[in-house]
């Protein structure tokens, strides 16, 4: 589990809760269920609105990248390519083809596949790189998701906050239904741009961040499954797949 996205979830919002607590409010001052209902209701329509349902499924799924370290071990990667280059050489590029086998990574495995099955190095080259393309492709989209809801939510709350302050001025001679107007007004105004800069843009961020872990991955399996068809020694293919890491 990452603990530092955890972490700063809730040490931005306590920030803000023990900072109104220092200037005699109340966290009950900022329940306000009418609010929340416009903001994120409204963010979520807008959003909805502007992209594919694929990619809305995406976006979710890359949270889990967010919160927890699923990217590989580079070093590790490396070893397993190194290994692969050495019984290449020893036993001919055809092992390669059981090795594919049991993959798991879709791109080693296509990348091995190819490999084995003699297919020419520029072919090999585009589909890995179509591939990654796909990927990037995804990462791309799945933080454009949740950085359009950072910039819907402000605006929504500023709806919100001119509705709640249209009931503020029907109900001037009433009272009682000025405080509940106001306090809506106010409070989607906070609901709005907390959201979108303590939560919304900070996980476009850290998709993009994340992934790009994952896509150093990716191109360290291109450049060595092409170095190890090449016939490549081993060392050289170490060394060139050791800058990566740097």
């Excluded at 990667?77 to 059981?98: M, P, S």
């Excluded at 594919?100 to 990574?105: E, F, G, L």
């Excluded at 998709?207 to 068809?229: D, V």
Aim: aromatic letters at 6%; charged letters at 15%.
């Amino acid at each position: 589990m990452d603990l530092t996205s955890i972490f700063g979830m809730v040490f931005g919002v306590i920030c803000i809760l023990i900072g109104q607590a220092l200037e005699g409010g109340n966290v009950n001052q900022l329940i306000q269920i009418t609010a929340a209902f416009i903001v994120f209701g409204g963010t979520a329509g807008a959003v909805i609105l502007s992209f594919p349902g694929a990619d809305l499924l995406n976006s979710v799924l890359f949270m889990q990248k967010v919160f927890f370290n699923v990217g590989g071990n580079h070093k590790k990667l490396i070893a397993q390519l190194i290994d692969y280059a050495q019984r290449a050489r020893k036993e001919g590029i055809i092992v390669l083809e059981k090795e594919a086998q049991n993959a798991k990574d879709p791109m080693m495995k296509l990348g091995l596949e190819a490999v084995s099955d003699g297919s020419d190095p520029v072919l090999v080259r585009d589909l890995m790189e179509t591939q990654l393309e796909q990927i990037e492709g995804q990462v791309t989209r799945a933080s454009k998701v949740w950085e359009s809801a950072g910039g819907y939510t402000p605006t929504v709350g500023i709806i919100g906050a001119v509705l709640g302050l249209i009931q503020v001025m029907e109900n001037l001679d009433n009272p009682d239904m000025l405080g509940p107007g106001i306090a809506v007004a106010f409070v989607a105004t906070i609901y709005g741009v907390g959201a979108a800069n303590l939560y919304f843009i900070p996980l476009s961020s850290k998709i993009k961040l994340k992934a790009h872990s994952e896509l150093i991955a990716k191109q360290i399996i291109i450049e060595g499954i092409l170095s190890i068809q090449a016939g490549e020694s081993p060392t050289l293919i170490e060394r060139k797949l050791n800058a990566f890491l740097v």
